[in-house]
């Protein structure tokens, strides 16, 4: 029995199912699901991410959250959050990094958002000697104030796919054709979510929309509001969503996104707009992730890493900095959205 068979039987028997649903399944599986069985992440991987890169990009971050904490006036205690934390690799060097900053690590509830068991025990060896708090959703984030990271989390979240006829709209679907998993159109509906794309799009186009996105954003950006923090929210995707951005990847190289569920990470691009909208708070403008961990300061700390490497660790590093700052690699395609309270200060390195 694979996922693939599972799909296919519960289509024969109930009908298409949507992407997004499709997707979850892709994910999360409790049997098959990509993030239940497998080891995503580094060279040996399907993909390789930003933390998994350099140790520069954790660090950096853990300082701007510190400093946003110390802008705030040192709340204590807070919760440090990570939605989706993967290996735990970021949250490690966060930590280091931050705890250099007289009373931040002893103020901090160090809280992982995490569907996955599997990779809950990854992260415990990762960060081991830290109390940690495991969340299944953002919902029971505690009443606190809240400095928040998440990389690459929301385009693991499933995305409904939308054709626009004249003023209604087909949905995406996965259904059956020869026995075959493949992608079909639903019947011509409204959707009153999308009414507002009926201005900004034509017939013929497709739009994303991802149902669990702002949910999170609300929760995270009202946390923020009543209790103050920040939130870093890293990802590649748009301002706007058009288009069809579903991806799947399996060993670093594009792969058919309904070919083998459940052996491929499948993701979409993220919609940054939807999330400002559904935060009650104030966001920043959506920065290159180049142009974000320059301001932070990325080169200084580079040449001080790279002052004790020689030969084949120091080409390594060289790479890594251009990997994840150039515009033609992580540097553009990656954006970092902030939230921070309403007549409080942008996180550092971005712009309200
Ligand atoms: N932030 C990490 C990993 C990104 S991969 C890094 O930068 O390396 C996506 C992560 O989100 C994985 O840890 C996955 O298990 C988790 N995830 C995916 N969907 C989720 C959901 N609905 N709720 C909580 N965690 C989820």
């Not at 966060?94 to 160090?110: C, E, S, T, Y």
């Not at 790279?306 to 033609?328: C, F, K, N, V, Y």
Request: charged share 20%; net charge negative.
């Amino acid at each position: 029995m694979s996922l693939s068979d599972l799909l296919k039987a519960r289509i024969a028997a109930d009908g298409p199912i949507s992407v997004a649903e499709y997707m979850h399944e892709c994910l999360l599986h409790p049997e098959f699901g990509y993030y239940v069985t497998r080891e995503p992440f580094g060279r040996a991987g399907d993909f390789v991410t930003a933390p998994e890169i350099s140790q520069m990009f954790g660090e950096l971050i853990g300082l701007a959250l510190a400093q946003a904490w110390c802008d705030q006036g040192s709340p204590s205690p807070f919760t440090l959050a990570e939605a989706g934390p993967g290996r735990g690799t970021l949250m490690a060097d966060i930590l280091r990094a931050a705890g250099q900053v007289p009373g931040f690590i002893d103020a901090a509830r160090v809280t992982l958002i995490e569907a996955s068991d599997r990779l809950r025990n990854v992260q415990r060896e990762t960060i081991a000697g830290v109390d940690l708090h495991f969340l299944e959703s953002c919902d029971a984030l505690p009443e606190a104030p809240l400095f928040l990271v998440a990389n690459e989390f929301f385009d693991a979240l499933p995305i409904r796919q939308f054709h626009r006829s004249d003023a209604h709209w087909r949905e995406q679907q996965v259904g059956l054709q020869n026995g075959r998993l493949s992608f079909g159109l639903g019947p011509e509906l409204p959707q009153p979510a999308l009414s507002a794309r009926l201005d900004d799009t034509a017939p013929g186009d497709i739009v994303e929309y991802c149902p669990a996105a702002a949910p999170v954003a609300e929760m995270v950006g009202r946390r923020i509001s009543e209790h103050g923090g920040v939130a870093l929210i890293i990802d590649y995707g748009d301002w706007h969503s058009l288009g069809d951005t579903l991806q799947a990847l399996q060993d670093h190289n594009p792969a058919d996104p309904i070919a083998a569920p459940g052996t491929a990470d499948i993701t979409a691009h993220v919609d940054f707009e939807a999330l400002s909208i559904a935060a009650p708070c104030a966001h920043t403008k959506p920065t290159p992730q180049g142009v974000f961990l320059e301001r932070l300061g990325i080169t200084a700390r580079a040449r001080a890493l790279a002052a004790g490497l020689s030969g084949d660790a120091l080409e390594q590093h060289i790479a890594a900095h251009r990997r994840l700052t150039h515009p033609e690699e992580m540097g553009n395609l990656f954006k970092v959205l902030g939230l921070f309270p309403e007549n409080g200060s942008p996180p550092p390195g971005l712009d309200a």
